[in-house]
Structure formats: structure tokens, C-alpha cells
């Protein structure tokens, strides 16, 4: 057989703008919360309807201080979260001195949907965060309403859902708070970034001052005192004004990078949807939702044939990657008393694989990597 060219599981989306947009913020000898960190935010904010936002250097740094600003204001000290996340979700909280619950997933989506959070039984101010598992938003609306009625914060953890939606409305709205990613890994990115988004403006001034070492910096910035001093335990959760304009060029790419990213994901849904027989499941999307075409991945029927597909597509040149290693069952996890029953968390987790899907790929690639699977379930 002919060699083909390795497809890797992801490469980094470089704009066009963004070499000038880094010399430019160079120039301007500003290098925190310039013009291109004010950008962003401003961006952000008419792209998504978030009430406001802060650019932060990481969605780790945007859901620590989510922790953070609930505490202090409110007092609030449990969270209940789905054990099938990244490791950053629950650090956050911990680190806060929350009570940290693990919960389990619906397995079409792979997070958990309104059943799992309404199993919680979640006391007011308690806090629950719907994570946005491969982009998608799934049931957050009704996790929402049914935490509002019980006086219980959401904050989402859209690490991966910038752009998608529910009907009009943006992954990251729903919530009280919502943290978002920049990583290099995501659709678009600032190297290593990050946001909050603050959609109770009762939150934005404490958080502010959270988000910049615990002081009212901003508040003299803006003339209303005559100098900042410490007035919250903070930290450094502020990006530069570097990572910020790489970040803006992304931002002006997103529309393109996500029509590119949605002709691959299109063409793996045509070739591998609908093989549930044969032992290879997919995801499930509402049909109200806008899919941010972030990831694609399937569910095999075992541990054992999730990595022996693994190693066929390596033996193709092509990278998949597992899915999240789940937290309550994690050498920390088991360590430190979380370790309980999560039956769909647990039969799934391991049987997840995502395939490559980026801008340096072609559809011919995905076709490849289609066939690749198809060939393998058929042997
Ligand atoms: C669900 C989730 N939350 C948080 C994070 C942390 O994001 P960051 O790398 O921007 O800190 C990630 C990372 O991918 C993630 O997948």
C-alpha cells in the first residue's frame, strides 16, 4: 500500500492577521489588558449575548475564579459535577474548600442532562456545573430553570463550546457564570487562554477583583478611586496582551474555522452514523442546537475495541485520542474518598474515542479516517 500522510489529531489554527496583531501589541508597550484584551471582551460579548467577560490566561483560571466569587459572595461550599470532565473542573473547587460531588453522564451525550443534576438533590446555594462535553450545550437550558427554582448556581464549564447554541442563545448564557477555553487545543486560540463570563452583574465588580490580584485596579482605571489597593483575596488570572491578540485574529477567523470544521465532522456523521449494530455509537445533538463542530467522537462497545480501533488508526498514520480519564475513579479521586458507583460513567468512559478534526485537515482526510473505522468494523 501507498504511504499516506499522517493526520494528527489536532493542529493549532494560525490566522492570518495574528503575526501583525502580536508585532502590533508588541509596539504598543501595554502588555495586560490593552487594546486587544478590551477587544476580545467586547467581541465576546456581541458574539454571545454573555453579560460580560473577562479574558482570562486560561478556562482553568475562569472556573477558579467562578469558585472563588461564589464563595466570597454567597457562601457557597458544595458543587455537584459530573466525574467525566477535565481534571480543571474539579481542581477549581476544591481548591475553594468546596465539598466536590461526582455525578454521572447521560452516554448520548456524555454529560450529565437534567435527570443526573435532578438526582443530586442539590440544597440552595449549592452549585452544579453542566460541562460542555465535545461542544455540546445539551440540556443546560432546563438544568437552568430547574437551579434557579431551587436557588442553585450553574456555572458551565463551555471549556469547548464557544459558538455553539441553543435556539438563539449561546453555550456559556445560561449560567451564572461560565468558563471558556482558549487552550490550543480549541477551535480558536491564544496559545493558552481562557474566559468568564459574568452573567449576573450583581458578580462583576467582586469578580474583577478577583480576576486582578485581588484588587480595584480597575476601578481607578476607570477615575472612581485615586488609588487601587487590596480589597479581596485575588489572583493573577489575566491574560497578555500578546496571548490577546492572537486570540482577536481568531475570533475574526471563527466563522470560516468552524464552516471548515463542520464540512469534516459532516462527512465522518455521513460515513459512521447509523453502525449502532455493528457496535460503533456517535453523539446526539438537539435538533434546536448549533453544533460548534469542536469535536467528533465515537463510542465503541468496549474498553478492548476502543483501543484496538486506536491502533488500527495509528497503524493508518491517523492519531485518535481517548476521552477523559473520569475524576472519581482517578488515582486522586480514589485517594481521596470520591470514588463511588457511576454506572454509565463507568461503562463508557473508556469506549470513547475522538477523531482528528481541524483546519489542516481535508475532507479527503476525513474519508480516510471514515474508512479506515469502516474497513475495521467490518473485519
Ligand atoms: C471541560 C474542560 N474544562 C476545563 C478545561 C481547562 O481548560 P484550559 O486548558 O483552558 O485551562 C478543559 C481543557 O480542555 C476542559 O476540557
Known amino acids: 500500500m501507498a504511504a499516506s500522510h499522517p493526520i494528527r489529531f489536532h493542529v493549532a489554527h494560525t490566522p492570518a492577521a495574528a503575526p501583525g496583531y502580536v508585532l502590533e501589541a508588541l509596539d504598543a508597550n501595554q502588555n495586560v489588558n490593552g487594546r486587544f484584551t478590551q477587544r476580545c471582551a467586547e467581541t465576546l ?4 449575548g454573555a453579560g460580560r467577560v473577562l479574558i ?62 435532578v438526582a443530586t438533590d442539590a440544597p440552595a446555594n449549592a452549585v452544579v456545573v453542566p460541562v460542555h462535553y465535545a461542544g455540546n450545550p445539551g440540556e443546560v437550558d432546563a438544568i437552568t430553570e430547574w437551579a434557579e427554582d431551587r436557588g442553585v448556581w450553574v456555572v458551565e464549564d463551555a471549556a469547548q463550546s464557544l459558538g455553539s447554541t441553543i435556539g438563539d442563545r449561546h453555550a456559556g448564557t ?21 474566559a468568564l463570563y459574568i452573567n449576573d452583574p450583581e458578580l462583576a465588580d ?22 487601587y489597593s487590596w480589597v479581596e483575596v485575588g489572583s493573577s488570572f489575566q491574560s497578555t496582551e500578546l496571548q490577546a491578540a492572537l486570540l482577536l ?80 475513579s482517578s488515582p486522586y479521586g480514589e485517594a481521596h474518598g470520591y470514588s463511588r458507583d457511576l454506572p454509565e460513567t463507568d461503562r463508557w468512559a473508556e469506549c470513547v474515542l475522538r477523531l482528528p478534526i481541524h483546519t489542516g485537515m481535508t475532507a479527503g482526510d476525513a474519508d480516510r479516517v471514515a474508512a479506515v473505522i469502516v474497513d475495521w468494523l467490518s473485519d
Do not use: C
Open 45 to 48: 460579548e456581541a458574539m454571545t
Open 249 to 328: 485574529a481568531g475570533l475574526e477567523d471563527y466563522d470560516e474555522v468552524v464552516a471548515h470544521r463542520r464540512e469534516l465532522w459532516d462527512r465522518y456523521a455521513a460515513m459512521l452514523f447509523g453502525r449502532e449494530d455493528a457496535g460503533l455509537f456517535t453523539q446526539r445533538w438537539r435538533p434546536d442546537a448549533r453544533n460548534n463542530h469542536h469535536a467528533f467522537y465515537v463510542r465503541l462497545a468496549s474498553p478492548e475495541s476502543a483501543e484496538d480501533l486506536r491502533i488500527t488508526l495509528k497503524s493508518a498514520a491517523i492519531d485518535a485520542y481517548i476521552g477523559y480519564v473520569p475524576l472519581h
Open 174 to 194: 445560561f449560567g451564572t457564570l461560565a468558563a471558556v477555553s482558549f487552550h490550543f487545543t480549541k477551535n480558536i486560540h491564544s496559545s493558552m487562554g481562557g
Open 206 to 227: 467582586r469578580t474583577t477583583y478577583i480576576w486582578e490580584r485581588g484588587t480595584n485596579r480597575q476601578a481607578m482605571l476607570r477615575g472612581l478611586v485615586d488609588k
Open 56 to 117: 482570562t490566561h486560561s478556562a482553568t483560571a475562569a472556573l477558579e475564579m467562578a469558585a472563588m466569587v461564589l464563595q466570597a459572595v454567597h457562601g457557597a461550599d458544595q458543587v455537584f459535577m459530573p466525574s467525566y470532565t477535565f481534571s480543571s473542573t474539579a481542581n477549581a473547587f476544591i481548591r475553594a474548600g468546596y465539598d466536590v460531588q461526582f455525578i454521572d453522564v447521560d452516554p448520548q451525550t456524555m454529560s450529565p442532562g437534567l435527570a443526573e443534576f
